[in-house]
C-alpha cells in the first residue's frame, strides 16, 4: 500500500512539472504588464526596469529587512491585536528574535507552538505574510540567476516578487485551501483559527511553520491521506517544476529535465531508504519484544508509507513541516533527513532556494569534470573562471561551515546544553539537526530540543532560551542572505560572459553521464562534510540496538 | 634567432621514450625539495601550507609528549607528514629539473650549425654578434638574420614562406633581407648579421619553467580556490569534531587530528598541481615548442578553431610534377623524356618528381652518352642538360621563351594558355624546350600530404574546425579542401582577410589559433588566442604570438592542442582522484577514532567499530596506514603528472565517462586497497 502510494505520487509530480513549469517560464518571461500589477509597481513607486546584481541584492536585503521589523513589530504587540480570542501576550523578546527571523527566512523553524502563544492576527497578518513573500524572495533570487546564465537582464527584484505572489503563489493558494477546507481543514476566526488558508501556502512556499505545535499530524492541519497526499504535492510542485521552468528559459528543456532527474533520483533514494528503515523494528520495540514497522510517533492513518514519504519530502524540500514525530524515527529513518539537509537542501530544496543551490552544484560539478575533457570548464558555453569558482565555492560552503561552527558552538560551550532533551547520540542529533535545520532554512526538528518554555498558554511567565533563540536566529539569517548575495554577484558574473557556441569537444550538460557526476559530487561534498557528524549521531543508533 | 638544425636531420624531439628521472634530474631535485620546505614557498600552495603546519605541531607533540598517544605513534605521524610536503616539493622540482633540463638541451643543439666568417674562420652559429659577416654558398644554411652585402644567389626559404619556388636574393635593393634557417640553393652570397645576439626565447622559457617568472595560470587560479575551499572546511570538520567527540565521551589527541585533517585535505592535487603545469610545458618543449607562457598552453587546449595555411601545412608545399603538357605536334612520351633529361642533375623536390613521373611513361633511367648539365643560376632561371648534342631545358615560361628565341627557333602561340591555365588552377608551369623548339609543359601542382584526412577527421572528433587558408582562388581551394578533408577554406586571402576571419569567430565566442610567420602575419598572430610562430618567422611575428615552433613545422598546431587537452584532463583527473580518495580515508581513520565510543558495558568496541570496513589491525595502524598511504600516492602519480593522462582524440562526453571512470570510481577504490596492503605492513609485520 505504501509503494503504491509512493509510485502515485512519484507519477502525479511527474506530471505535474511541466505544466506549472511551463507556466512559471511564462509568468517571468512575459513582457506584458497586467493592470493589477501595474497598479502595484505603481504603489511600490517602482519603474519596472532591470537592476544590476547589486542593486537587486540591495533590494532583496532591503525588503527583508522592513519585513523583518514590521513582523517583529507584529509578534512583541499581542496585547494590542484584534483576533486575539484567547487574549495571548506577546512571546519573549529572544522567542521573537527566533521567530521573525525564522520566518523572514523561509525557514519556519519554530520554538513556540502556535495554538499556545500567537493571536489569530499574529497568524495571520505575520507569519502567513511572511510565507508568501520569503518563498517569493527565494523564487526571484533563482529567476535571477537563470536570466544570468541565459545571458538576459537579470530583471527587477519588486517586479518579480510582485508576480511571484500574484500569479503564482496566491492563485494556486485560494484553490488549495478551499479544497483543504474541503476536507475538514479548520477555517475559522474564533475557533481553532484561520487554519486551512495558512496550511495550504505553509507548504506550497516550502515554508513549514505549522498552526498547530504538532503540525501536520494534527487532524485540524492534515485530516487524511487524501490531504496528505495534496499536502505533500503541494510541497514538491513549484521545486520541482522549476527545472522545467530553468530549461525553457535557458532555452533547452534537456537542461532541465536533467537537473530534474539528479534531483529525482536522490530523492527517490531518500524515500526507499526511510520506508525500509521505518518498516523495520526499532532497539526499544526489540528490548519490549515486539514487532513490525516502528509506529512510535507515526500518526496510523497515514502509515509508514504517507510518513516515509513525507518525511522525505519534507526535508529534501526545505518545507521543514512533519506529520510524524521525527524525534522518533529509527537511527537510519533519522539519518536521511540529516543527509537531505545536508546536501545544502539542494534535493529541489526551498521554492527558488534549492535550484539555485542546486545549480550552484551543477556548476561545481561542470568545474571538476569540465578539466577531465581538455577543456577549461564552461557551462552553457560560460567559462568558469576564478571569479565564478570563487562564489561558488563560498555560497555552497557558507552553509556546512555555519552548521559546523554552530553545533560546535552550542556542544562545545556548553550553552545548549539546556536545550538537549535525550542523552547520548540522540542528545547530538537533537542538536545537530537544529542547526542543519536552521542553516539550510527548513524548519523541522528533532522536537526535543527547546528554545522556550512557558509555563502555561498565552507567553505569562514565559522564559526563551536565549542563547538557541540567538544563535539559531542568527544562523537562519546568515544561512539565508550569504548564499542570496552570492548567487545574485554569480548571476551578475554570468550575465557578463560571452556564451561560445558548443561543439563535439564541449562537454554536454544534458547527458546522463553528467548527472551522474553531478549526483556525485553533491553526494560527495555533502559527505565529507558531515560524515564524522552523522556518525555520532544517527548512525550509532542505526548500528546498534542498545537503548541509550 | 639562428637555425636551430640543418633541415635534412630534423632534430628529433626526445619524446617520452627517455626516462622519466636520470639520476642528474633526480638528485638535485631533492635538494631542491628540501629547500622548498621554506614556509615563504609553501605560502603560495595554501593546502602544502597546511600539510607543514600540521608537521610542525605533530613533531611538537611528539616532541614534548603531549596527549596519552605512544611516543612511536606521534613520531610516526609525524614522519610521514614531513615526509608528504618534501614528496609535494620533489614533484614539483623534478618538473622544474626536467624542463630545465629539456631547455638545455635544446640550447647546446643550437651550437651545431657552424657560419663561415668572411676570413675563412668558423663559429657557432649562436656566438654570431649583429655586424659578424658570413659566406654562405650554395647547399649551406644561412646562419642568422641578415642583409646580403655582396653577391646574388637563389634561396630556398619553403620552410618560411612555405613557397617551394626559390626566390632571388641579392645585394643592394629591396630582394637583400636573408633569414636564418633558409638555404642557399645556388650562387655564393655574403651576409652581414643583424640580429642581436643571445636574447633567444629559450632563456624566457627557462625563466618560465623555473618558477621565477612562473605565474598561475587562470585554471590553475580558479582550482587553487577550489582547493583553498575545500582545505578551509575540513579544518572547520576536524575542529568541529573535537566537540562532538566530547560529547560522545570520546578522547581524540591533536595528533590524530591533523592526521585526519592532512588525509582529508586535497593533498594529492595540491602537491602535484604545479607540477603538472611545468610539465606541460616542458611537453611542449620536447615537440620543440617555446611557449611564452603557461596561459597559452591552457588556452590550447580550448581551441575551437584551427587557422591552418595550406602551403606546407596541408599540402607539400614542394610542388610535385603531377601532368605533361605537350604542344602541338609533339608525343607526350617525347615531352616526358625530354623533361626526364633536363631534370636528371636537378636535385630539387620538383626536379626528382619530374623524373618519377616519367617514370610512368615506361622511361627508365639509362647509360647518358656524352653529356653536361647545365645547373640552374639565378640570372638564367632555367637548368637542363646538353646531351647528344642537343640541349635540353627547364625552366620558367619566359625564361624558355627567351632561350628558344635565343636558338633562332619561336615560342607556339598555344604555350602561353597552357601557362595561363595551369597558373590559374594554383599550379605551377614549367616550360621545357630541345634547341630551338618548345616542347610542351611540365605541371607541378601541390599535393596534399598524406593522412592529413584522417587528422582532420579527429579534430572534428575533438570538436575542432579547421580552416584552410590560401592565397588561391576560390575553385583551386575549394579542390584542395575538398581533397584534403578541412572544413572550411579562406581562398584568395590577405593578411587583412585573416584577420577579419579570425575577429570573426572571437566574436562567435569561439577560440583561434593559427601559425604564422611573415611581418603580415603579426596582427594576426596578436588576435588569435594561439599563436605559434614559426622559428623562421620574423621578428615582429615572433613578438606578436605566445609560442615560437623550433622546427617551423605547420602542423605542429595539432600537437599543442593535444597537449594543452592533456594539461586540463590531467589537473582534472588528479583532482577527482584526490577528492574520491577522502571516502576511503574517512573509513580508515573514523572507526579508529570512534572505537569505543558508545561501547555497551563490559565491551571493548561500540556500535561504530563495524565501520572498520578494511579489517584494519588497530587504531593506530589504520591512521597510519591511511597517512603513508596519502604521502606515498603522490610519488606514485608524479609520473602521470609529468606524462600526463593519456589522451584519445574522442568526444567529450565518451571522455568524460572514461576518466570519471579511472579517476573518479578509480580514486574511490584505490585508496581500499591501497591502505588495506599498507595496514598488512604496518600492523602485521611491523606489529603497530
Same mark, same amino acid.
Given at each position: 500500500?505504501?509503494?503504491?502510494?509512493?509510485?502515485?505520487?512519484?507519477?502525479?509530480?511527474?506530471? @505535474?512539472?511541466?505544466?506549472?513549469?511551463?507556466?512559471?517560464?511564462?509568468?517571468?518571461?512575459?513582457?506584458?504588464?497586467?493592470?493589477?500589477?501595474?497598479?502595484?509597481?505603481?504603489?511600490?513607486?517602482?519603474?519596472?526596469?532591470?537592476?544590476?546584481?547589486?542593486?537587486?541584492?540591495?533590494?532583496?536585503?532591503?525588503?527583508?529587512?522592513?519585513?523583518?521589523?514590521?513582523?517583529?513589530?507584529?509578534?512583541?504587540?499581542?496585547?494590542?491585536?484584534?483576533?486575539?480570542?484567547?487574549?495571548?501576550?506577546?512571546?519573549?523578546?529572544?522567542?521573537?528574535?527566533?521567530?521573525?527571523?525564522?520566518?523572514?527566512?523561509?525557514?519556519?523553524?519554530?520554538?513556540?507552538?502556535?495554538?499556545?502563544?500567537?493571536?489569530?492576527?499574529?497568524?495571520?497578518?505575520?507569519?502567513?505574510?511572511?510565507?508568501?513573500?520569503?518563498?517569493?524572495?527565494?523564487?526571484?533570487?533563482?529567476?535571477?540567476?537563470?536570466?544570468?546564465?541565459?545571458?538576459?537582464?537579470?530583471?527587477?527584484?519588486?517586479?518579480?516578487?510582485?508576480? *511571484?505572489?500574484?500569479?503564482?503563489?496566491?492563485?494556486?493558494?485560494?484553490?488549495?485551501?478551499?479544497?483543504?477546507?474541503?476536507?475538514?481543514?479548520?477555517?475559522?476566526?474564533?475557533?481553532?483559527?484561520?487554519?486551512?488558508?495558512?496550511?495550504?501556502?505553509?507548504?506550497?512556499?516550502?515554508?513549514?511553520?505549522?498552526?498547530?505545535?504538532?503540525?501536520?499530524?494534527?487532524?485540524?492541519?492534515?485530516?487524511?491521506?487524501?490531504?496528505?497526499?495534496?499536502?505533500?504535492?503541494?510541497?514538491?510542485?513549484?521545486?520541482?517544476?522549476?527545472?522545467?521552468?530553468?530549461?525553457?528559459?535557458?532555452?533547452?528543456?534537456?537542461?532541465?529535465?536533467?537537473?530534474?532527474?539528479?534531483?529525482?533520483?536522490?530523492?527517490?533514494?531518500?524515500?526507499? !531508504?526511510?520506508?525500509?528503515?521505518?518498516?523495520?523494528?526499532?532497539?526499544?520495540?526489540?528490548?519490549?519484544?515486539?514487532?513490525?514497522?516502528?509506529?512510535?510517533?507515526?500518526?496510523?492513518?497515514?502509515?509508514?508509507?504517507?510518513?516515509?514519504?513525507?518525511?522525505?519530502?519534507?526535508?529534501?524540500?526545505?518545507?521543514?513541516?512533519?506529520?510524524?514525530?521525527?524525534?522518533?524515527?529509527?537511527?537510519?529513518?533519522?539519518?536521511?533527513?540529516?543527509?537531505?539537509?545536508?546536501?545544502?537542501?539542494?534535493?529541489?530544496?526551498?521554492?527558488?532556494?534549492?535550484?539555485?543551490?542546486?545549480?550552484?552544484?551543477?556548476?561545481?560539478?561542470?568545474?571538476?569534470?569540465?578539466?577531465?575533457? +581538455?577543456?577549461?570548464?564552461?557551462?552553457?558555453?560560460?567559462?568558469?573562471?576564478?571569479?565564478? @569558482?570563487?562564489?561558488?565555492?563560498?555560497?555552497?560552503?557558507?552553509?556546512?561551515?555555519?552548521?559546523?561552527? *554552530?553545533?560546535?558552538?552550542?556542544?562545545?560551550?556548553?550553552?545548549?546544553?539546556?536545550?538537549?532533551?535525550?542523552?547520548?547520540?540522540?542528545?547530538?542529533?537533537?542538536?545537530?539537526?537544529?542547526?542543519?535545520?536552521?542553516?539550510?532554512?527548513?524548519?523541522?526538528?528533532?522536537?526535543?530540543?527547546?528554545?522556550?518554555?512557558?509555563?502555561?498558554?498565552?507567553?505569562?511567565?514565559?522564559?526563551?532560551? *536565549?542563547?538557541?533563540?540567538?544563535?539559531?536566529?542568527?544562523?537562519?539569517?546568515?544561512?539565508?542572505?550569504?548564499?542570496?548575495?552570492?548567487?545574485?554577484?554569480?548571476?551578475?558574473?554570468?550575465?557578463?560572459?560571452?556564451?561560445?557556441?558548443?561543439?563535439?569537444?564541449?562537454?554536454? *550538460?544534458?547527458?546522463?553521464?553528467?548527472?551522474?557526476?553531478?549526483?556525485?559530487?553533491?553526494?560527495?561534498?555533502?559527505?565529507?562534510?558531515?560524515?564524522?557528524?552523522?556518525?555520532?549521531?544517527?548512525?550509532?543508533?542505526?548500528?546498534?540496538?542498545?537503548?541509550? | 634567432?639562428?637555425?636551430?638544425?640543418?633541415?635534412?636531420?630534423?632534430?628529433?624531439?626526445?619524446?617520452?621514450?627517455?626516462?622519466?628521472?636520470?639520476?642528474?634530474?633526480?638528485?638535485?631535485?631533492?635538494?631542491?625539495?628540501?629547500?622548498?620546505?621554506?614556509?615563504?614557498?609553501?605560502?603560495?600552495?595554501?593546502?602544502?601550507?597546511?600539510?607543514?603546519?600540521?608537521?610542525?605541531?605533530?613533531?611538537?607533540?611528539?616532541?614534548?609528549?603531549?596527549?596519552?598517544?605512544?611516543?612511536?605513534?606521534?613520531?610516526? @605521524?609525524?614522519?610521514?607528514?614531513?615526509?608528504?610536503?618534501?614528496?609535494?616539493?620533489?614533484?614539483?622540482?623534478?618538473?622544474?629539473?626536467?624542463?630545465?633540463?629539456?631547455?638545455?638541451?635544446?640550447?647546446?643543439?643550437?651550437?651545431?650549425?657552424?657560419?663561415?666568417?668572411?676570413?675563412?674562420?668558423?663559429?657557432?652559429?649562436?656566438?654570431?654578434?649583429?655586424?659578424?659577416?658570413?659566406?654562405?654558398? !650554395?647547399?649551406?644554411?644561412?646562419?642568422?638574420?641578415?642583409?646580403?652585402?655582396?653577391?646574388?644567389?637563389?634561396?630556398?626559404?619553403?620552410?618560411?614562406?612555405?613557397?617551394?619556388?626559390?626566390?632571388? &636574393?641579392?645585394?643592394?635593393?629591396?630582394?637583400?633581407?636573408?633569414?636564418?634557417?633558409? &638555404?642557399?640553393?645556388?650562387?655564393?652570397?655574403?651576409?652581414?648579421?643583424?640580429?642581436?645576439?643571445?636574447?633567444?626565447?629559450?632563456?624566457?622559457?627557462?625563466?618560465?619553467?623555473?618558477?621565477?617568472?612562473?605565474?598561475?595560470?587562470?585554471?590553475?587560479?580558479?582550482?587553487?580556490?577550489?582547493?583553498?575551499?575545500?582545505?578551509?572546511?575540513?579544518?572547520?570538520?576536524?575542529?568541529?569534531?573535537?566537540?562532538? !567527540?566530547?560529547?560522545?565521551?570520546?578522547?581524540?589527541?591533536?595528533?590524530?587530528?591533523?592526521?585526519?585533517?592532512?588525509?582529508?585535505?586535497?593533498?594529492?592535487?595540491?602537491?602535484?598541481?604545479?607540477?603538472?603545469?611545468?610539465?606541460?610545458?616542458?611537453?611542449?618543449?620536447?615537440?620543440?615548442?617555446?611557449?611564452?607562457?603557461?596561459?597559452?598552453?591552457?588556452?590550447?587546449?580550448?581551441?575551437?578553431?584551427?587557422?591552418?595555411?595550406?602551403?606546407?601545412?596541408?599540402?607539400?608545399?614542394?610542388?610535385?610534377?603531377?601532368?605533361?603538357?605537350?604542344?602541338?605536334?609533339?608525343?607526350?612520351?617525347?615531352?616526358?623524356?625530354?623533361?626526364?633529361?633536363?631534370?636528371?642533375?636537378?636535385?630539387?623536390?620538383?626536379?626528382?618528381?619530374?623524373?618519377?613521373?616519367?617514370?610512368?611513361?615506361?622511361?627508365?633511367?639509362?647509360?647518358?652518352?656524352?653529356?653536361?648539365?647545365?645547373?640552374?643560376?639565378?640570372?638564367? &632561371?632555367?637548368?637542363?642538360?646538353?646531351?647528344?648534342?642537343?640541349?635540353?631545358?627547364?625552366?620558367?615560361?619566359?625564361?624558355?621563351?627567351?632561350?628558344?628565341?635565343?636558338?633562332?627557333?619561336?615560342?607556339?602561340?598555344?604555350?602561353?594558355?597552357?601557362?595561363?591555365?595551369?597558373?590559374?588552377?594554383?599550379?605551377?608551369?614549367?616550360?621545357?624546350?630541345?634547341?630551338?623548339?618548345?616542347?610542351?609543359?611540365?605541371?607541378?601542382?601541390?599535393?596534399?600530404?598524406?593522412?592529413?584526412?584522417?587528422?582532420?577527421?579527429?579534430?572534428?572528433?575533438?570538436?575542432?574546425?579547421?580552416?584552410?587558408?590560401?592565397?588561391?582562388?576560390?575553385?583551386?581551394?575549394?579542390?584542395?579542401?575538398?581533397?584534403?578533408?578541412?572544413?572550411?577554406?579562406?581562398?584568395?586571402?590577405?593578411?587583412?582577410?585573416?584577420?577579419?576571419?579570425?575577429?570573426?569567430?572571437?566574436?562567435?565566442?569561439?577560440?583561434?589559433?593559427?601559425? +604564422?610567420?611573415?611581418?603580415?602575419?603579426?596582427?594576426?598572430?596578436?588576435?588569435?588566442?594561439?599563436?605559434?610562430?614559426?622559428?623562421?618567422?620574423?621578428?615582429?611575428?615572433?613578438?606578436?604570438?605566445?609560442?615560437?615552433?623550433?622546427?617551423?613545422?605547420?602542423?605542429?598546431?595539432?600537437?599543442?592542442?593535444?597537449?594543452?587537452?592533456?594539461?586540463?584532463?590531467?589537473?582534472?583527473?588528479?583532482?577527482?582522484?584526490?577528492?574520491?580518495?577522502?571516502?576511503?580515508?574517512?573509513?580508515?581513520?573514523?572507526?579508529?577514532?570512534?572505537?569505543?565510543?558508545?561501547?555497551?558495558?563490559?565491551?571493548?568496541?561500540?556500535?561504530?567499530?563495524?565501520?572498520?570496513?578494511?579489517?584494519?589491525?588497530?587504531?593506530?595502524?589504520?591512521?597510519?596506514?591511511?597517512?603513508?598511504?596519502?604521502?606515498?600516492?603522490?610519488?606514485?602519480?608524479?609520473?602521470?603528472?609529468?606524462?600526463?593522462?593519456?589522451?584519445?582524440?574522442?568526444?567529450?562526453?565518451?571522455?568524460?565517462?572514461?576518466?570519471?571512470?579511472?579517476?573518479?570510481?578509480?580514486?574511490?577504490?584505490?585508496?581500499?586497497?591501497?591502505?588495506?596492503?599498507?595496514?598488512?605492513?604496518?600492523?602485521?609485520?611491523?606489529?603497530?
Amino acid at each position: 500500500m505504501g509503494v503504491v502510494q509512493i509510485i502515485v505520487f512519484c507519477a502525479v509530480l511527474l506530471a @505535474i512539472v511541466p505544466l506549472l513549469g511551463g507556466y512559471m517560464a511564462r509568468v517571468y518571461t512575459s513582457e506584458r504588464i497586467r493592470p493589477v500589477e501595474r497598479l502595484v509597481l505603481k504603489l511600490l513607486r517602482v519603474e519596472p526596469a532591470s537592476q544590476t546584481w547589486k542593486t537587486y541584492a540591495a533590494s532583496v536585503v532591503l525588503f527583508s529587512l522592513v519585513s523583518w521589523l514590521l513582523l517583529y513589530l507584529i509578534l512583541r504587540t499581542q496585547t494590542a491585536h484584534p483576533f486575539n480570542p484567547n487574549g495571548f501576550n506577546s512571546g519573549t523578546w529572544d522567542l521573537s528574535f527566533n521567530t521573525v527571523s525564522s520566518f523572514v527566512t523561509n525557514t519556519n523553524w519554530q520554538f513556540y507552538g502556535g495554538e499556545t502563544t500567537l493571536s489569530y492576527f499574529s497568524q495571520m497578518a505575520g507569519l502567513a505574510v511572511q510565507n508568501f513573500v520569503s518563498a517569493a524572495v527565494g523564487i526571484t533570487v533563482l529567476i535571477a540567476l537563470i536570466r544570468g546564465i541565459a545571458s538576459k537582464p537579470l530583471g527587477n527584484f519588486w517586479q518579480d516578487l510582485t508576480r *511571484t505572489v500574484m500569479y503564482v503563489l496566491l492563485p494556486i493558494s485560494v484553490v488549495g485551501a478551499l479544497l483543504l477546507a474541503s476536507q475538514g481543514v479548520v477555517q475559522s476566526l474564533s475557533d481553532w483559527g484561520p487554519v486551512a488558508s495558512q496550511e495550504i501556502i505553509k507548504l506550497l512556499g516550502t515554508n513549514g511553520g505549522g498552526f498547530f505545535n504538532v503540525n501536520s499530524a494534527f487532524p485540524y492541519e492534515n485530516p487524511n491521506g487524501f490531504t496528505n497526499f495534496v499536502e505533500m504535492l503541494a510541497m514538491l510542485a513549484i521545486p520541482a517544476s522549476l527545472t522545467y521552468t530553468y530549461g525553457r528559459m535557458v532555452g533547452s528543456r534537456r537542461q532541465g529535465w536533467t537537473v530534474f532527474g539528479v534531483m529525482f533520483t536522490v530523492f527517490v533514494i531518500g524515500v526507499v !531508504a526511510v520506508y525500509l528503515a521505518e518498516s523495520s523494528v526499532t532497539p526499544a520495540q526489540q528490548a519490549a519484544g515486539l514487532t513490525g514497522a516502528n509506529l512510535e510517533g507515526k500518526e496510523l492513518r497515514f502509515g509508514t508509507g504517507g510518513t516515509a514519504l513525507w518525511t522525505v519530502v519534507t526535508t529534501a524540500t526545505s518545507t521543514g513541516a512533519v506529520n510524524a514525530a521525527f524525534e522518533s524515527l529509527t537511527g537510519i529513518g533519522g539519518l536521511i533527513p540529516m543527509v537531505n539537509l545536508g546536501f545544502g537542501e539542494s534535493i529541489f530544496g526551498g521554492v527558488g532556494t534549492g535550484l539555485y543551490t542546486m545549480l550552484l552544484y551543477v556548476l561545481l560539478a561542470v568545474f571538476i569534470g569540465g578539466l577531465m575533457v +581538455g577543456r577549461t570548464p564552461e557551462y552553457l558555453g560560460k567559462k568558469l573562471e576564478a571569479r565564478e @569558482i570563487k562564489l561558488v565555492v563560498l555560497a555552497l560552503l557558507a552553509t556546512p561551515l555555519l552548521v559546523l561552527v *554552530t553545533t560546535s558552538l552550542a556542544l562545545g560551550t556548553g550553552h545548549g546544553g539546556p536545550s538537549i532533551y535525550a542523552s547520548g547520540p540522540q542528545g547530538f542529533s537533537e542538536t545537530l539537526y537544529a542547526y542543519l535545520s536552521q542553516a539550510n532554512n527548513n524548519g523541522s526538528a528533532f522536537a526535543g530540543y527547546t528554545g522556550y518554555l512557558q509555563p502555561e498558554a498565552g507567553n505569562l511567565g514565559a522564559n526563551g532560551v *536565549t542563547f538557541a533563540d540567538l544563535l539559531g536566529g542568527l544562523t537562519m539569517l546568515i544561512g539565508r542572505f550569504v548564499p542570496i548575495v552570492l548567487t545574485l554577484a554569480l548571476a551578475g558574473a554570468m550575465r557578463n560572459k560571452r556564451a561560445a557556441p558548443a561543439g563535439l569537444g564541449t562537454m554536454r *550538460t544534458d547527458t546522463p553521464t553528467f548527472a551522474g557526476l553531478t549526483v556525485g559530487t553533491v553526494v560527495i561534498v555533502g559527505a565529507l562534510t558531515f560524515l564524522p557528524a552523522f556518525l555520532l549521531g544517527p548512525v550509532v543508533q542505526g548500528l546498534t540496538t542498545q537503548l541509550f | 634567432m639562428t637555425a636551430i638544425a640543418e633541415p635534412e636531420t630534423p632534430q628529433s624531439p626526445q619524446r617520452e621514450s627517455r626516462s622519466l628521472f636520470t639520476p642528474d634530474i633526480l638528485w638535485p631535485a631533492i635538494g631542491a625539495s628540501l629547500e622548498k620546505l621554506d614556509p615563504r614557498v609553501q605560502l603560495r600552495n595554501p593546502v602544502m601550507f597546511v600539510v607543514e603546519v600540521g608537521a610542525v605541531m605533530t613533531t611538537l607533540a611528539a616532541a614534548a609528549g603531549w596527549g596519552e598517544d605512544p611516543r612511536w605513534f606521534s613520531v610516526t @605521524i609525524a614522519i610521514w607528514l614531513w615526509l608528504t610536503v618534501v614528496f609535494a616539493n620533489l614533484a614539483e622540482a623534478l618538473a622544474e629539473g626536467r624542463g630545465r633540463a629539456q631547455a638545455a638541451a635544446l640550447r647546446s643543439m643550437r651550437t651545431t650549425t657552424t657560419a663561415k666568417l668572411q676570413d675563412g674562420s668558423e663559429v657557432a652559429a649562436s656566438d654570431l654578434a649583429k655586424g659578424d659577416v658570413v659566406v654562405v654558398v !650554395a647547399g649551406e644554411v644561412i646562419p642568422g638574420d641578415g642583409t646580403v652585402i655582396e653577391g646574388i644567389a637563389s634561396v630556398d626559404e619553403s620552410a618560411i614562406t612555405g613557397e617551394s619556388a626559390p626566390v632571388i &636574393r641579392e645585394s643592394g635593393g629591396d630582394r637583400s633581407a636573408v633569414t636564418g634557417g633558409t &638555404r642557399v640553393l645556388s650562387d655564393r652570397i655574403v651576409v652581414e648579421i643583424t640580429q642581436e645576439p643571445g636574447k633567444s626565447f629559450l632563456d624566457r622559457m627557462i625563466n618560465l619553467v623555473e618558477g621565477a617568472e612562473r605565474r598561475k595560470t587562470p585554471n590553475e587560479i580558479a582550482l587553487n580556490i577550489l582547493l583553498a575551499g575545500l582545505t578551509l572546511v575540513f579544518l572547520v570538520v576536524v575542529v568541529a569534531l573535537r566537540p562532538f !567527540a566530547d560529547f560522545a565521551g570520546t578522547d581524540v589527541s591533536l595528533t590524530t587530528l591533523i592526521a585526519l585533517l592532512v588525509a582529508l585535505i586535497p593533498t594529492t592535487i595540491g602537491a602535484l598541481l604545479s607540477a603538472i603545469g611545468i610539465a606541460g610545458m616542458d611537453r611542449l618543449v620536447r615537440r620543440n615548442v617555446l611557449a611564452l607562457s603557461g596561459r597559452a598552453v591552457e588556452a590550447s587546449g580550448d581551441v575551437d578553431v584551427l587557422l591552418l595555411d595550406k602551403t606546407g601545412t596541408i599540402t607539400l608545399g614542394n610542388r610535385q610534377a603531377a601532368e605533361f603538357v605537350p604542344m602541338p605536334g609533339v608525343e607526350e612520351i617525347e615531352l616526358a623524356e625530354a623533361a626526364q633529361l633536363a631534370s636528371l642533375a636537378d636535385e630539387t623536390p620538383e626536379g626528382r618528381s619530374v623524373v618519377v613521373l616519367a617514370k610512368r611513361y615506361g622511361i627508365r633511367e639509362r647509360e647518358l652518352g656524352t653529356h653536361e648539365f647545365v645547373p640552374f643560376t639565378a640570372e638564367s &632561371r632555367m637548368s637542363g642538360i646538353d646531351h647528344d648534342g642537343s640541349r635540353l631545358r627547364k625552366g620558367a615560361g619566359e625564361a624558355i621563351v627567351r632561350f628558344v628565341e635565343g636558338e633562332g627557333g619561336q615560342a607556339p602561340h598555344e604555350l602561353q594558355s597552357v601557362l595561363d591555365k595551369i597558373s590559374r588552377e594554383g599550379g605551377t608551369p614549367l616550360a621545357v624546350a630541345r634547341d630551338a623548339q618548345v616542347l610542351g609543359v611540365i605541371h607541378l601542382k601541390d599535393t596534399v600530404k598524406e593522412g592529413m584526412a584522417a587528422r582532420f577527421e579527429q579534430l572534428r572528433a575533438m570538436g575542432i574546425r579547421t580552416i584552410m587558408v590560401t592565397g588561391d582562388n576560390r575553385l583551386t581551394a575549394a579542390k584542395i579542401a575538398e581533397e584534403a578533408g578541412v572544413d572550411d577554406f579562406l581562398a584568395e586571402a590577405t593578411p587583412e582577410r585573416k584577420l577579419q576571419l579570425i575577429k570573426e569567430e572571437q566574436a562567435n565566442g569561439r577560440l583561434v589559433a593559427m601559425t +604564422g610567420d611573415g611581418t603580415n602575419d603579426a596582427p594576426a598572430l596578436a588576435q588569435a588566442d594561439v599563436g605559434v610562430t614559426m622559428n623562421t618567422g620574423t621578428q615582429a611575428a615572433r613578438e606578436a604570438g605566445n609560442m615560437v615552433d623550433l622546427d617551423s613545422n605547420p602542423t605542429k598546431l595539432i600537437e599543442i592542442v593535444e597537449v594543452g587537452k592533456q594539461l586540463l584532463i590531467t589537473r582534472g583527473a588528479l583532482t577527482t582522484f584526490s577528492i574520491a580518495n577522502d571516502i576511503a580515508k574517512y573509513f580508515a581513520i573514523l572507526p579508529a577514532i570512534f572505537v569505543s565510543t558508545y561501547a555497551a558495558a563490559g565491551e571493548s568496541e561500540g556500535p561504530l567499530a563495524q565501520l572498520n570496513l578494511m579489517d584494519l589491525g588497530t587504531p593506530q595502524s589504520a591512521i597510519i596506514s591511511a597517512i603513508v598511504f596519502n604521502a606515498i600516492v603522490i610519488p606514485l602519480l608524479v609520473p602521470i603528472a609529468l606524462r600526463g593522462v593519456k589522451y584519445k582524440a574522442a568526444g567529450a562526453t565518451a571522455l568524460l565517462r572514461r576518466n570519471l571512470l579511472i579517476y573518479g570510481v578509480g580514486g574511490l577504490v584505490a585508496p581500499f586497497v591501497g591502505i588495506k596492503l599498507i595496514d598488512l605492513i604496518v600492523h602485521n609485520l611491523l606489529g603497530a
